[in-house]
């Protein structure tokens, strides 16, 4: 799970932004005034962060300039349209996208996660902040721990063989793995009939995870071999 800080002196905007990112999914910290953002990003794990530009005292501008001596995470500001000039500065000074108020949800949910995805596939969560019980290749992310999926940020529904089976690959990017070895492994038994149980549960897993499951991405065939999971390319 991501964690998002939200920080804007007006109350109305954190509680509007905490609700859109919850029901993604994200988990969120608040913030009313620069000293808090910096507070809460001295202490806690943040993947991103949203500041508004224009709050009294220490800024998002400052709150940016203080953040990047330190980490690389993505931060997207939340600006007023009259304010280009402090946008040019933002991003000048490291911010890495900015979001005009009023604000379409939408909009800004895309944003978030595209600027997630850019974060995780520079592996700017390699390091000590990254979960261990995750695992991430390409668009598509696993948590064992939460034991979900998703993909592009998008939750995607999998059967507990279709999750076991993923798992399996995702731990292994690269490597082959048969039929009979995937039976072994996920269903724990003799693999009789191994081969055809396991292509239809590769198919439906193709079928949630890939835009052409005829042309796949992510989970591959290595005809008389097996299947591995292969780091898809960028859209």
Known sequence: ?????????????????????????????????????????????????????????????????ALREKSNIPVILLTAKSEDTDKVLGLSIGADDYVTKPFNPVELIA?????????????????????????????????????????????????????????????NPGKVFSSTRIYELVWKDAAWGAENTVAVHIRHIREKLEINPAEPRYVKVVWGQGYKFEKGEKR
Not at 38 to 55: N, P, Q, Y
Not at 131 to 154: F, H, M, Q, W, Y
Not at 164 to 169: H, K, Q, S, T, V
């Open 111 to 171: 944003r978030v996660r595209s600027q997630l995805r850019r974060y995780t596939m520079l592996g700017g969560m390699s390091g000590p902040e990254r979960n261990p019980s995750v695992i991430s290749i390409g668009g598509v992310e696993l948590d064992d721990e939460a034991k979900r999926v998703t993909l592009e940020g998008e939750n995607v529904n999998l059967t507990p063989i279709e999750y076991n089976i993923l798992r399996l690959l995702m731990e």
């Open 1 to 65: 799970m991501y964690n998002i800080l939200i920080c804007d002196d007006e109350k109305d905007i954190v509680s509007a932004l905490r609700i859109y990112l919850s029901a993604e999914g994200y988990h969120t910290f608040e913030a009313y005034n620069g000293r808090e953002a910096l507070e809460i990003l001295g202490r806690e794990t943040v993947h991103l962060a949203l500041l508004d530009i224009m709050m009294p005292g220490l800024d998002g501008l400052a709150v940016t300039a």
